[in-house]
């Protein structure tokens, strides 16, 4: 009798360790910390000039251009086939508008004006329907 309530004893100590332990893996760890830390936009960007690109998802070709408000064109892109896209363009901050041409009868064209300012992006889109999808530009 005396050895089973040792055993007892012992078989309980071990049990409690066993259901005591944790099994976290370092790598969940490394992963929440990362969540948890929020960059500062502001303190990532570092002046960088304001960029733009479009992606076509239409079914006709479209052409790009970028201009400042008093004419300077500062980007053309011609010919951006569906399902392409162009590259990002940067340009100086100002007031710039893109203008998206489809040169087909019976589709009009896009034209929108943003103030472009330092550390901004404007990732346009051309719908199905072959417009320009509603959108604006944001920080970096």
Do not use: W
């Not at 009798?1 to 007892?8: F, P, Q, S, T, V």
């Not at 500062?40 to 479009?54: K, V, W």
């Not at 940067?90 to 040169?103: G, L, V, Y």
């Amino acid at each position: 009798m005396k050895n089973l309530l040792k055993n007892a004893i012992a078989c309980a100590i071990v049990m409690s360790t066993l259901f005591n332990c944790s099994n976290e893996s370092i790598e969940n760890e490394q992963l929440e910390e990362s969540l948890l830390v929020t960059p500062n936009a502001q303190t990532d960007c570092l002046n960088q000039d304001p960029q733009a690109r479009i992606t076509n998802n239409g079914t006709i070709s479209i052409t790009l251009q970028i201009v400042s408000t008093d004419g300077t064109v500062l980007h053309t892109v011609e010919n951006i086939a569906p399902g392409n896209a162009s590259g990002f363009l940067t340009f100086a901050p100002d007031d710039i508008i893109f203008n998206i041409s489809k040169n087909t009868t019976g589709i009009q064209d896009d034209k929108v004006v943003y103030t472009m300012d330092q550390c901004m992006s404007y990732d346009m889109s051309i719908g199905a329907d072959n417009y320009l999808v509603s959108g604006s530009p944001d920080n970096l």
